[in-house]
């Protein structure tokens, strides 16, 4: 049965996410409060592996929900659930590309989409973000920032924008070894 409940929850994500592997994010988030199948804390953990990772973002993550909770089985079941409603949509795109190709229906509802997969990467960044920068067990509200702050990761996000903008074209596996090395030597551990 968790089989089929993994092929589902990723089915439904699959369909949803509009956008790429970070609109995917608010979907993860939900699914692990509802299947307990892993925390918010892990989903930031997993975007993490899965952007330093060759792949797309969503079939990463999948493939880690679906390993962790079901096996290899359970990651197969994962993966096929998030790719096929792109599959979908694709063969009746393909099938009917001269008749979409031009339709102002079609382009007005892809130009409305555009705004609604923005904000779903902006919430699912902010989410992370405040994650990796607060300690949220100690965080007590804005007016006490100071005691609820993570420090260090606040230094290392700082650090890493300055290198980024100073180096624009360093490559981006520069920029995440670096924050690996800074992990590692300065012992980032999970809240």
Not at 26 to 43: I, K
Not at 68 to 94: F, R
Not at 114 to 121: D, F, Q
Request: hydrophobic fraction near 55%; glycine fraction near 12%.
């Amino acid at each position: 049965m968790i089989y089929l409940q993994l092929f589902w929850e990723f089915f439904k994500t699959g369909l949803f996410a509009v956008g790429g592997g970070l609109a995917t994010l608010p979907f993860l988030y939900d699914m692990g409060a509802r299947t307990g199948w892993f925390t918010a804390h892990q989903v930031a953990d997993m975007l993490a592996v899965s952007e330093s990772t060759p792949g797309p973002i969503g079939i990463n993550m999948a493939v880690y929900t679906g390993f962790t909770s079901a096996g290899l089985l359970g990651s197969l079941c994962a993966i096929v659930g998030i790719v096929t409603p792109s599959i979908i949509v694709i063969v009746i795109i393909a099938a009917f590309l001269k008749a979409f190709r031009d339709n102002k229906y079609v382009n007005g509802a892809f130009y409305g989409i555009r705004p609604a997969s923005t904000g779903l990467i902006a919430a699912a960044g902010l989410t992370v973000a405040i994650g990796a920068l607060l300690r949220l067990d100690a965080f007590e509200g804005w007016s006490r920032f100071w005691t609820g702050a993570n420090w260090q990761a606040i230094v290392l996000a700082a650090v890493i924008f300055a290198v980024s903008k100073k180096f624009k074209k360093l490559h981006p596996v520069f920029l995440i070894l670096i924050g690996a090395a800074a992990g590692v030597a300065f012992r980032f551990a999970g809240a």
